[in-house]
């Protein structure tokens, strides 16, 4: 996606080969045109899929998947990372490594909101490791869904993540694929092969 690319080229800063923050429009400050847009690629490429509901991962991914449930005209799940004492019926939990602090957290859907009768799409903001979609992935089978795919902001496509997702038969669409990173310098493939 071209205006995603440009604003992570213009606006992002890529620490080390690591970490890319992108601050001022996705992770702390959010540009809603930009995430407008976004939902609008998600929800065309993934159409006419039988797609009942988007979910992601708090916090970062709820901006865009927000976006998309819109887009699709169906509802948005949030699968929680902290614990809750209200969200304590029916509770189905898994645990996952967290790529930014490096601390493993439960991740947890309460069973009333997704079951045997829905069709997802994953959404979030970052793929790296895969950890957090493949404890997403857990969850919606723990619940009996099934999964269309996964729609991802930023994939970064030299980490492991990617290639854990689709051996696992699900689809992945991203819309900034990095090739490459280092302090200050991004490269990205180009759209033609994403
Ligand atoms: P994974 O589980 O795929 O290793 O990492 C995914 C999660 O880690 C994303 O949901 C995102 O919150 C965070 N993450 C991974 N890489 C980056 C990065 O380069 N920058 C930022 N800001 N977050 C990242």
């Given amino acids: 996606m071209k205006e995603l690319k440009e604003r992570i080229l213009k606006e992002g800063k890529a620490v080390d080969e690591e970490v ?8 702390h400050k959010v540009d809603p045109k930009l995430m407008q847009a976004i ?14 509901k988007v979910v992601t991962i708090e916090s970062s991914g709820i901006a865009p998947a927000l976006m998309t449930a819109f887009e699709m005209q169906i509802p948005m799940v949030i699968l ?3 614990p809750s004492r209200i969200l304590n ?15 493993g957290y439960e991740l947890s859907l309460s069973s009333h909101q997704i079951g045997e009768s829905d069709h997802v799409l994953i959404v979030d903001d970052f793929l790296a490791n895969g950890e957090a979609v493949t404890g997403a ?6 619940a009996g869904a099934t999964i269309a795919g996964l729609g991802i902001v930023i994939e970064k496509s030299y980490q492991p993540g990617r290639d854990k997702i689709v051996s696992q038969g699900v689809p992945v669409y991203s819309l900034a694929r990095i090739r490459h990173m280092e302090k200050d310098r991004i490269e990205f493939y180009p759209d033609e092969e994403e």
């Fill in 20 to 27: 890319l923050k992108v601050d001022s429009f996705l992770n």
């Fill in 39 to 52: 939902g609008r690629d998600f929800a065309g490429h993934f159409k006419d899929q039988g797609i009942t």
């Fill in 80 to 82: 929680k990372k902290h």
């Fill in 89 to 103: 019926d029916d509770l189905l939990q898994t645990e996952v490594m967290s790529y930014t602090t490096k601390i």
């Fill in 137 to 142: 992935m857990r969850l919606m089978r723990m």
